[in-house]
């Protein structure tokens, strides 16, 4: 099992629909959650970040944190078309130092008009 | 200008040449980073440094290695390029006490 697994894409929303992406974690004591957004031919870019259970709200972006389920997800209200790009889950594992993430395959998003 | 930069930005090669990845960064970070991106593989760890004279192993190791000539740079070499090392590469940083990592453009590496 891989540690950080996200919901395979790609995953294709109307504008102004919610996009919903999902990540799940295998190790218990994980302790810093994040969700960076990445533009194809860019480099990754944080958008949030979320160290407690519930919900943090940034703008249209939510992060939700599920610490019993092992699960942390994003959602984008009213997305855009401008919101088209992958989007990568990022654990800091139980255990380990600060700044060493581990992180999921990705989900592409595609936003239609 | 770029907080952190890398270079080349594209290097096309030949299986068996050695190669090397620079990256320098003028954000004050202590904390230094290689991933590799591979499409739908997400980015793996392949070396870190947390300061000039701590240097560790991360996922995917083999057939790279690193040096840390700074605080302010890391480079990447791959000794003997082989066609399956053909990727994205980035280089990020983050500070000490925080898990936010700041990334480099990348480099578009393709061995022939």
């Known amino acids: 099992q891989k540690e950080v697994e996200q919901n395979s894409g790609p995953l294709s929303v109307p504008e102004g629909a919610i996009a919903s992406l999902n990540c799940t974690y295998s190790d218990r004591v994980s302790q810093s959650f994040f969700w960076y957004r990445q533009y194809s031919g860019k480099s990754p870019e944080l958008i949030m970040s979320i160290y407690s259970n519930g919900d943090k709200e940034d703008g249209r972006f939510t992060a939700q944190l599920n610490k019993a389920s092992q699960y942390v997800s994003l959602l984008i209200r009213d997305s855009q078309p401008s919101d088209s790009a992958t989007y990568l889950c990022?654990?800091?594992?139980?255990?380990?130092?600060?700044?060493?993430?581990?992180f999921g395959q990705g989900t592409i998003l595609t936003v239609h008009p | 200008d770029a907080d952190v930069t890398q270079t080349p930005r594209n290097r096309i090669t030949k299986t068996g040449k050695r190669i090397m990845l620079e990256c320098s960064q003028t954000?004050?970070?202590?904390?230094m980073y290689w991933y590799r991106q591979d499409p739908g593989l997400g980015l793996q760890l392949i070396y870190y440094s947390f300061d000039v004279k701590d240097i560790n192993k991360g996922e995917i190791s083999d057939g790279y290695s690193v040096s840390r000539q700074a605080q302010a740079k890391f480079s990447l070499s791959l000794e003997s390029a082989i066609p399956n090392q053909t990727a994205l590469y980035f280089c990020a940083t983050s500070g000490r006490l925080t898990d936010t990592q700041y990334f480099g453009p990348g480099t578009r590496l393709t061995v022939l």
């Open positions: 954000k004050g970070h202590d904390r």
């Open positions: 990022a654990v800091r594992v139980g255990g380990t130092s600060y700044g060493k993430l581990t």
